[in-house]
Each structure stands twice: as C-alpha cells, then as structure tokens.
C-alpha cells in the first residue's frame, strides 16, 4: 500500500506484529496482489515474486495461499474490532460513545481500504474452521455496537424500534466506506468520519 | 442464479432484454463464474462450459471477457437506475418518493445480490471506455437521491446540513445490502426495504 494510503487514514499498518519482516512483507504483497486480481487469480508465485523473494522463501512462512488470507482477515478484522471496542468503552455517555465509535470504525475502513475490500470480498475463499473464526470476530463487532445503542436506549438518549437491524445498518454503513473511499476523492477519511458520526445518531434518534 | 434468490428479490432475472437465448444462457453464467472464482481467474471457456457450451460458440455473441462483464454491468446499473427512477418519477411527496425509492433499490440489491456484486466489485477489470459509461449511469443514480433531498429540504420536510455527503451514504447503505444479504438471513428484501426506509429517513431528518 502507498503512503499516501497511511497518512489518509491516519492509521499506521495493521501488521507492525508480523514478524519476522519477511513475513510480514508477504503479507502486504499478498494484499495488493488480491486486491488487483482477486484471490482465486493470485498464485504463491505472484505474491513472493512482489514481495521479491523465491516461492520457496514463501513457504518458509505460510504453507498455503489460503493461510495468507487467513492471516490478513485476522489480523484485519482484529485490528478493526480493537478501534470499535477503544471507543466502545471510552469515557462519555452513549451518544458520545456512538459517535467515536462510527468516527474511528470509518477512519480506519477509508485508510485500510485495500486490506478492508480483501477481508470482505474474499471471505468465501477461506475453508470453514478459518471462516468460523471470522465469523465470530465480526460478531464481536456486531456486539459492541449493539451494546452502545442499548445503553442509549436504556438511558434515554436514544429511540430505537429495531436495535439488531439498526445495529447491522451503522456497521454496513461504516464498512461500505472501503468499497467507495478514494484517496484522491473530495473527503478525507476524518471528514467522512463526522458525516457519518451524525447521520448515525439521526438513525438513532439521538437528542442533539 | 437460483430460484431462491429470484422469489426473494420479488424481481425477475434482469437479462430478459438479452437475445437470442444462448447470449442470455452465456451472461448468467458469468455471472455465476465471477462470483464464484472472481473475473481474472475466469477464463471464457470455464464460461461456456457452465452454459454448456463449446468456447467457439461463446465467440458468436461477445468477442472478449471484458465484453461480458462490461454487458453484465451495464444492463445490472441500467435496471438498478430504472427502479430508482420510477420511485423518484412516482406520485407524492418527498418524504413518500424516498422511502419508496430506499425500499425498492434495497430489495434490488438484495433479490440481486450476486449479480451486484460481480457489478461493484469488479469495475475495475473494465477497460478506459466501458468504466466511463458505467460512472455516468452511477452518477445518475445519485442525481437521482439527490434531487428527491433536495426537494424535500425546498419544501421543508427534510434538514439536510451536507446533501452531497448524505446522497453518498443514502446510497451506500442500500448497495452494501449485495454485500450481506443471505436468503436464508432472518430478513426478507422487503423486511429490510421497510427498515432502510424509516433509517434513511431519520437521517434526512424527516417529520413524521
């Protein structure tokens, strides 16, 4: 990914924690190759040819294509689910919990926007016990939203007929940012963040 | 596509345009290939084989890949764009035009999702000139919100701070429906049409 992408999102990589840095250059090698020509498309080949090192060199690291998106939808979605949950449980009251919630969940789908469109669109390549394992992570970020809206509903604060479906409609909402955001686009990933902070709290019926 | 999915969408197939049958039978195939494997790792002859097929016979109705998928996104869009349209065009006021458009471009997207799919997550596998025609008919679409926002804050039922930015995640919302939409989910297209509508409208701060 290009710098121009990190300071957008004003997120350094999600993967400082890959070690050693040939695993981790893998990693974002693999990115870009799945994001340019799909998974099925992208042989080991391509991706140790960009991170300009032999296939064997590759299977040092990750024994098949397949761990490689594994571990990058991991480490993706974790990276996503620890930006929900800081502002999840930060100081403040349920409305102001919500809005940094949407705020940084935004921020982090513009400026990690390739590894975002990978996680997403590839998630029926991964085989069921890898696929699981995602699947209880996204339901982790299903949660802490939830329980944010709940807490404004118990409080007072908001007006809500439908929690479960209007918790799906603001994460869908924020995860679709990675689908359009562009880098050269008219927005930065901080201005789309407090669009879409406010128009989640008229979705919520948030007292101004 | 299975059957499913059409009853689900309340939508016929959208390739009833398309003649003679064979150039029909070959489109959805592609469509199905796409989704499944992705476009670069998609070759026209597993496409012709799926329709069942010889690869020379493929040849007498689209000359290249790229001819499929720029013909698969463009009758996608112009259909997606039909039914915004005839919602926007319909009787009422603003307030009732945006709930109907809301509702029936969500049931859309979801009785149509793997044909949205394939149209979102692939334009850029499209050549210079096809991904030009294809961003015109998207920009009509979001005329197409806009103008309904617009008139709804002229006529003072809607509170509208950033048009622009709320068009954009009015429609995002709705297509990212393609995204996550399951048949076998608890929601039916139109269950989640109706819940769309009442959040969109929320956000433009409608009165009820």
């Known amino acids: 990914m290009s710098t121009a992408e990190e300071t957008a999102g004003g997120e350094t990589q999600p993967w400082g924690e890959v070690t050693p840095d040939a ?10 190759a ?10 080991t080949r391509d991706i140790a040819g ?27 979605h974790e990276k996503a689910l620890r930006v929900l949950r800081t502002a999840a449980e930060g100081e ?15 921020r982090w789908h513009a400026g990690q926007h ?23 992570l996204r339901r982790q970020n299903d949660s802490t939203v939830r329980e944010i809206i709940e807490d404004g509903v118990a409080a007072g604060e908001f007006d809500v007929p439908d929690v479960k479906g ?23 990933p901080d201005e789309v963040g407090a669009l879409y902070a406010d128009l989640v709290l008229r979705m919520v019926g948030a007292e101004k």
Chains 1, 2 share one sequence.
Request: hydrophobic share 45%.
């Open 166 to 188: 209007t918790t799906l409609a603001v994460l869908s909402l924020c995860i679709d940012v990675a689908r359009w955001f562009n880098v050269n686009g008219p927005r930065t």
């Open 114 to 136: 390739t590894v975002a469109r990978v996680v997403q669109y590839e998630l029926d390549a991964l085989g069921p016990d890898a696929r699981a394992e995602i699947v209880a």
């Open 92 to 106: 403040g009251t349920p409305t102001e919990r919500l809005a940094e919630a949407v705020r940084s969940f935004v």
């Open 50 to 76: 960009r991170a300009g090192m032999s296939p064997a060199a590759l299977y040092i690291h990750y024994k098949t294509k397949e761990e490689l998106l594994h571990r990058i939808s991991r480490i993706g």
């Open 23 to 32: 695993a981790r250059r893998l990693l974002v090698a693999a990115v870009e």
């Open 34 to 43: 799945f994001a340019e020509r799909g998974y099925h498309a992208t042989t």
